[in-house]
């Protein structure tokens, strides 16, 4: 038991707008690995946390465009392609309905658009997942039974061991300064 | 009795609140915080089970078996065993696919649009409305999957590399189809999936045993309420909402262009992918009504689907109704108008030819019943609103029969004329469809939370701090050092 270091520090908070002074504290210690963990996002917390905006928009579009351009070569391959000396299972297959041109845009843009919905959509949810590093198989935090309420009506700042400012005498009584309801050492696994 | 009694105590609270002409009524009723919100909808899910609960899974597991019976009935005979007919080829499978995807609508329009919209009240119902729509997509996906009779060979719908060295016909409606309810299913369910993330989490931590501790956890990914993922899931739900707004519009398009390309008369008009759209949301509207009503009852969930949900989701009901009734009258209009000979042919068929009473039964269920809405006498019963919504349905279902049917049944050519009439096995199948739909629905609410818990908190006046609710309540002291306020981390 003695030789486990400790993981993270843990105060819990039952108000919102008490969580919200703490952080703005936090941020201003100079604290870098650290999290509010909340049951339902926080309005304003991002300010008060000093967190940038994600990335996750320009992932959504690089996909929507991957999408669209499937969407394209796959109408126009299926439909107006015949490419010389190539295998007949990949080969297009050029209808040809009532003289029309094998391949007009206009036709196809229903499918170009829900491939590029799809596309960006199961883009978005990976790129959340993926920039969030989830799923999380593994979670010293959970240890805590009174981190568990996490999820359901309290809320929690978590100062990481790992950060450089961190130590267990002075990040405790820095915590204690923010009035939390309660104050506990998570160790490592 | 007793339920009259119910609706009327209900209005009371609701007036109290309601009365001051500046205050609008709080999204969550009674004494409630993060605690018991939390409590009431992981209650269900975790100990307690309502009676009421086996006896519906009993009635929706028996028309289930009805469905399997007679789709193996078919399999093993063939599509003769439906009432389709030479004139008349597309009959019920058509009529139920368009019914059931049409009410998945409203699913998508409460989880993406009116979150666009910034409609807060949304957050107590969508949830279940989303759940809502991915059942109901599953219930349409079945029948064009059946129509196409050999259903072992339905994998010819999907564009693949193959040894017959043919493709899809892209220019093809049906193949839109193909793409735009298969993209529909897809994205609804990726939707639903993400927000339930963080409730699932709720689940994962306060179930008692391991098994529900791994199932929940499982699929709640390891999410622990950290800011700094709540930041990227914000984000995330935001656009997925950009995406499945276009994305539901054009599905019910795409499905109305499956008629409007032909060259049917009644079907060939431009008129019909804003119809088909707003009588899709008009129906879902329905649906949610017949399937909240009976849920916050029995399930105890008054508080966070209140009356206000109700009534509000009535308005909705009775604004796309209004809708649908001009599209019907439009229809008319544009026939006459046209001096088409087939198509005013057509338009004096519906009301006054064979079919008049499904035309008659359409108009009196989907234009003359919502009006009731209009009085605020009708929209404080929620049992008198549940009679309309399934009214509603049932309307909803006659429309698309009379679109399929009355256009099909008389042609150009007097001699190929023909009546359309269901089999035992039509009606059966369509019977059988509401049972795999509650089924889901059921399991869903016995298993999964059925309120948007995460999202409920954030419309509580708990989540705003000692601040009024505004996007930039948050003001930076000016003493903060620049690089902090704009943070370290590239997220």
């Known amino acids: 038991m003695t030789d486990k270091q400790p993981y993270a520090l843990i105060a819990e908070f039952d108000s919102v707008s008490a969580v919200m002074h703490a952080a703005e504290q936090v941020r201003d210690e100079g604290y870098m690995i650290w999290d509010v963990h909340s049951p339902m996002p926080i309005h304003g917390i991002n300010q008060a946390m000093g967190l940038r905006p994600t990335i996750l928009p320009w992932i959504t579009l690089a996909h929507g465009v991957v999408g669209a351009v499937f969407g394209l070569g796959l109408t126009w391959w299926m439909n107006a392609t015949t490419v010389p000396g190539l295998s007949p299972s990949v080969q297009g297959y050029e209808f040809l309905i009532s003289g029309k041109p094998t391949f007009s845009l206009p036709a196809n843009i229903p499918i170009i658009f829900e491939t590029t919905i799809l596309f960006a959509a199961i883009g978005t949810l990976l790129g959340m997942l993926g920039l969030n590093k989830l799923p999380m ?10 981190f568990l309420r996490a999820t359901a009506d309290r809320l929690f700042i978590v100062i990481s061991a790992k950060d450089e400012h961190f130590d267990s005498e002075t990040t405790h009584q820095f915590l204690q300064r923010l009035s939390p309801l309660s104050i506990e050492v998570v160790m490592e696994d | 009795m007793s339920t009259i009694s119910t609706t009327m105590t209900e209005p009371s609270q609701w007036e109290l609140q309601a009365n001051h002409p500046s205050e609008r009524v709080p999204l969550v009723l009674g004494d409630n915080d993060f605690t018991t919100v939390t409590d009431t909808v992981t209650e ?138 298969s993209t529909y299913a897809t994205v609804s369910l990726l939707f639903w999936y993400m927000g339930m993330i963080p409730d699932l989490a709720t689940l994962r931590d306060r179930s008692t ?31 997925l909402a950009a995406l499945a707004t276009p994305l539901v519009l054009s599905v019910h398009s795409v499905v109305s262009f499956d008629f409007a390309t032909s060259q049917v008369p009644g079907w060939h008009t431009t008129i019909f992918p804003p119809y088909f759209v707003a009588g899709a949301v008009f129906g879902g509207f329905a649906m949610v009504l017949v399937l909240s009503i009976p849920a916050r009852e029995w399930f105890g969930l008054k508080d966070l689907i209140t009356h206000r949900h109700i009534e509000n989701m009535a308005k909705v009901m009775l604004g796309t109704g209004m809708i649908v009734a001009y599209a019907y009258s439009v229809e008319f209009f544009t026939a006459w108008y046209s001096q088409h000979h087939y198509e005013q042919f057509v338009f004096m068929n519906r009301p006054l030819g064979p079919y008049w009473w499904a035309f008659w039964l359409m108009v009196f269920c989907n234009v003359i019943a919502p009006q009731a809405l209009w009085s605020t006498w009708v929209r404080k019963r929620v049992w008198i609103i549940f009679a309309i919504a399934i009214l509603v349905n049932v309307g909803m279902w006659f429309e698309r029969f009379v679109i399929v049917v009355t256009s099909l049944h008389r042609d150009y050519l007097p001699s190929s004329w023909a009546m359309f009439s269901p089999t035992w096995v039509d009606l059966f199948m369509l019977l059988g469809s509401f049972g795999l739909f509650f089924t889901l629905f059921l399991l869903f609410c016995r298993f999964l939370p059925m309120v948007a818990m995460a999202e409920v908190k954030t419309v509580m006046p708990q989540a705003h701090g000692d601040h009024p609710p505004t996007r930039f309540d948050y003001q930076p002291s000016p003493d903060t050092p620049e690089e902090l306020r704009r943070g370290h981390w590239f997220t």
């Not at chain 2, 501790?213 to 995330?236: C, D, I, M, P, T």
């Open chain 1, 137 to 146: 198989l593994h979670n010293p935090l959970a240890k805590s039974e009174r």
């Open chain 2, 44 to 181: 269900l899910a975790l100990r307690r089970t309502p009676p009421m609960w086996y006896v519906a899974m009993a009635i929706s597991l028996s028309l289930l078996s009805v469905l399997l019976v007679t789709i193996t009935y078919l399999l093993v005979t063939g599509v003769g065993v439906w009432g389709n007919n030479n004139t008349v080829s597309w009959g019920f499978p058509i009529v139920n696919f368009v019914f059931w995807v049409g009410i998945g609508h409203a699913g998508t329009l409460i989880s993406a649009i009116l979150f666009l919209l910034r409609q807060n009240w949304r957050t107590g119902i969508n949830r279940f409305a989303e759940a809502m729509t991915i059942f109901a997509v599953v219930c349409a996906g079945l029948f064009p999957g059946i129509h196409v009779g050999r259903i072992w060979y339905a994998y010819w719908l999907a564009p693949y590399p193959n040894e017959l060295a043919m493709w899809p016909q892209a220019r093809s409606p049906l193949l839109w189809d193909v793409f735009a309810v």
């Open chain 2, 209 to 239: 045993t391991r098994i529900k501790q791994l199932a929940y956890g499982v699929f709640a990914l390891g999410w622990n309420g950290s800011n700094r993922h709540w930041l990227r899931f914000e984000k995330a739900y935001l656009l």
